[in-house]
Every structure is written in structure tokens, then in C-alpha cells.
């Protein structure tokens, strides 16, 4: 840039031009050292995505495929990699991204649902609030279903409520399978017994297998196909009213089971984070344009062929609700009648 001064001017005049073309020289300095937009961020960079559980559960298996995909949609083509953080039902997961996690975009954390009801419903014990973190979408809802296992497992809603015990297995109190298992005991009353601090579902399918456990409350997807094949896994009921291909028809849904208005209030709010089932979040202070190129990867991903085939192979389903939604979703939840939280909360007891 040129600055130039007529030799008519005043001196005045021709300070003031000096201090204008000292300053323009400065900015235009200052912005040929800053990259030309946030696209070039992610190039030469390493995306991590935080898993909140252990591997070999549904949470790892999804995230392992997204990873192998969404780098090819974000501009500069950034390295992905996967790292698993178990802990308290995935609240760990979700807390690194307030304490030590990089806060500039490198960084996505997936977890369990179940932190959704339970921030909302004991905001004193988790300490997050879940509206604050940036939404990078979801990839489906959790299909939520309980099971029996083995030939003298509980195969119906009848069976279950008349035996004397139905045991569940469970990360911690706010994981989703806790949650829902929690649910048939405080609003129908089933005899279910809950034992927590199993890492991740691929360790309770070792408990369920061993005999330790009676069946599951968790998502469809995450039941081995063999287990429903040959006549292992026993679906009877399930918590979300659409159905999924691999639910069973003999699952009934919960609702039909509700017979008064407190009893469907409850279901409403404890099912309601199930439209969450695999999120994708990251701190609150990444800068909003590198955001912006998250979501948009993140729904690129979603569509892409590679992606959707290899989900489909392991039988977990893609129905995508992008991050503006999901946040309105949450939005929703959040401001629920204060007597319906009130009653939810002896789910945690």
C-alpha cells in the first residue's frame, strides 16, 4: 500500500497522514502472518476423538468408523485418531474437554447419552451443563431395548415382572444402560437389581455369558448378532416407539406399559436423551468457524458411502441429526417442569 501527501497540505494534515500510513502498514503485516482463513487449520494437525468408554463397545465401534472417515472432509485432511477415556459412565470424557483438552477444534469427545438425563435430573453430582459444549452432530438415536439371555433367561414383560430378581449390569449411575434399567424399577416397580462398574457393554456380555448378569438394557446395536441368531438374546421390550431393523417384534414399547400421567412423564424425560444416542461434542471455547468445518465434516461423514457400508457391516445405524438440532433438542430438555425432574431423580437412589 502507498501513502502519498500533497506538498500543499498543512502540517497537521501530513502528521496525521504519517499516523495513517504507520498503521495501515502495521495491520496489513499483522494479517499476511495470519492464515487466510480456518480452513487451513486442521492441515498438518491430529485430530483426536475422545471415547468415553472401553473399547469393543458401541461407543468405540462408532467412533473407530467415523475417524476412519471424517479426516477426508475437513480441510487440510488432518491426521484422526481414536483414544478411549472410561470413566464414571463417560463423565470423565466429557470434563477433559473442560480441564486439559486442547480447546482449539483438535479435540471431540463421544460418550454416553445418559449424562443428558442425569445433568439434567442431578445437576449438583455432574457439574456440566451440556448446552455450553459445541454440538458437532449425532449420528443416530439409541435404540434402546432390555433382554434376557440364555434358554431360561426372561423372555417377555410378564416374566420379568414376576421373578424375584432381574440383574443389570451397568458403568456408573448416569450411563444410559443404568438409567434405563433404573427406569423399570422406579416406574412400574419391576424387580430389577442394578451392579455397577463394568467399563464399557463389551464387559458386561462377558458377565451376561459367565452368568453373572441376567440380561442387558442397552442399545440393539450393541448386541451380538449371534446372541439374537441363534436364540441367546431375549429382546422384550423397547424404550424408543420407532423401531429399528434389528428390534424384534417381539419387543414391546414401554410406553403401552405406562398407566397413569406421572408414570409417562417420567418415560418421556428418561427416553427423551435417547434422540442423542451417539454425540459428538467439543469445548465450548473452540473458535466458531473451526466449529463450523466440524459440523459440516461431521455431516459430510455422515452421507459419505465408505462410511454408511462399513456402519451397516457391524449393523449400527446412521440417522444423523446435525449439531444445531441436537442443541435444540437439549435446548428442550433442559426446561422440563421442575415437579417432573423432581420425580426423576429417584432413578439415582
Same mark, same amino acid.
Given at each position: 500500500m502507498r501513502c502519498r501527501r500533497s506538498s500543499a497540505v498543512t502540517a497537521g494534515t501530513a502528521? $496525521?497522514?504519517?499516523?495513517?500510513?504507520?498503521?495501515? *502498514?502495521v495491520l496489513l503485516s499483522v494479517i499476511a502472518t495470519q492464515p487466510a482463513s480456518a480452513q487451513d487449520f486442521y492441515k498438518g494437525k491430529t485430530l483426536t476423538i475422545v471415547v468415553g468408554s472401553t473399547p469393543g463397545g458401541g461407543f468405540d465401534a462408532v467412533a473407530r468408523r467415523a475417524a476412519a472417515r471424517i479426516g477426508d472432509h475437513i480441510p487440510g485432511n488432518p491426521t484422526v485418531i481414536v483414544r478411549n477415556m472410561p470413566g464414571a459412565g463417560s463423565l470423565t470424557s466429557v470434563r477433559y474437554l473442560d480441564t486439559?483438552?486442547?480447546k482449539d477444534g483438535t479435540t471431540i469427545t463421544t460418550f454416553n447419552p445418559g449424562l443428558i438425563t442425569q445433568a439434567i435430573v442431578q445437576p449438583e453430582k455432574v457439574? %456440566?451443563? %451440556?448446552?455450553?459444549f459445541g454440538w458437532v452432530g449425532v449420528v443416530s438415536p439409541e435404540f434402546l431395548v432390555c433382554y434376557g439371555f440364555g434358554p431360561k433367561g426372561v423372555k417377555t414383560w410378564?416374566?420379568?415382572?414376576?421373578?424375584?430378581?432381574?440383574? !443389570?449390569?451397568?458403568?456408573?449411575?448416569?450411563?444410559?444402560?443404568?438409567?434405563?434399567?433404573?427406569?423399570? $424399577?422406579?416406574?412400574?416397580? *419391576?424387580?430389577?437389581?442394578? /451392579?455397577?462398574?463394568?467399563?464399557? +457393554?463389551?464387559?458386561r456380555r462377558i458377565a451376561i455369558e459367565r452368568g453373572e448378569l441376567d440380561g442387558d438394557? +442397552?442399545?440393539?446395536?450393541? /448386541?451380538?448378532?449371534?446372541?439374537?441368531?441363534?436364540?441367546?438374546?431375549h429382546v422384550f421390550v423397547r424404550f424408543t416407539e420407532a423401531l429399528s431393523p434389528r428390534v424384534p417384534d417381539s419387543a414391546s414399547y414401554?410406553?403401552?406399559?405406562?398407566?397413569?400421567?406421572?408414570?409417562?412423564?417420567? %418415560?418421556? !424425560?428418561?427416553?427423551?436423551?435417547?434422540? !442423542?444416542?451417539?454425540?459428538?461434542?467439543?469445548?465450548?471455547?473452540?473458535?466458531?468457524?473451526?466449529l463450523a468445518i466440524l459440523?459440516?465434516?461431521?455431516?459430510?461423514?455422515?452421507k459419505d458411502e465408505s462410511f454408511c457400508a462399513d456402519m451397516a457391516k457391524q449393523h449400527l445405524p446412521v440417522v444423523p441429526l446435525s449439531g444445531t438440532a441436537a442443541g435444540e433438542v437439549l435446548a428442550k430438555l433442559s426446561n422440563l417442569p421442575p415437579v417432573?425432574? *423432581? $420425580?426423576?431423580?429417584?432413578?439415582y437412589e
Open positions: 502528521v $496525521r497522514d504519517s499516523v495513517f500510513c504507520f498503521l495501515s *502498514a486439559s483438552a486442547p457439574g %456440566l451443563d %451440556l448446552t455450553k410378564h416374566d420379568m415382572m414376576s421373578r424375584k430378581e432381574f440383574i !443389570l449390569g451397568a458403568t456408573a449411575r448416569g450411563a444410559g444402560n443404568y438409567i434405563t434399567g433404573a427406569a423399570l $424399577r422406579v416406574v412400574f416397580q *419391576a424387580p430389577v437389581k442394578m /451392579i455397577i462398574g463394568f467399563p464399557g +457393554s463389551a464387559d438394557c +442397552s442399545a440393539i446395536d450393541i /448386541i451380538p448378532a449371534d446372541w439374537q441368531r441363534d436364540g441367546n438374546a414401554v410406553g403401552k406399559f405406562a398407566k397413569t400421567e406421572e408414570q409417562r412423564e417420567l %418415560l418421556d !424425560l428418561i427416553t427423551a436423551s435417547d434422540k !442423542l444416542g451417539r454425540p459428538f461434542i467439543v469445548s465450548k471455547d473452540v473458535p466458531a468457524d473451526r459440523r459440516r465434516a461431521f455431516e459430510e461423514t455422515m417432573t425432574v *423432581a $420425580r426423576a431423580r429417584k432413578i
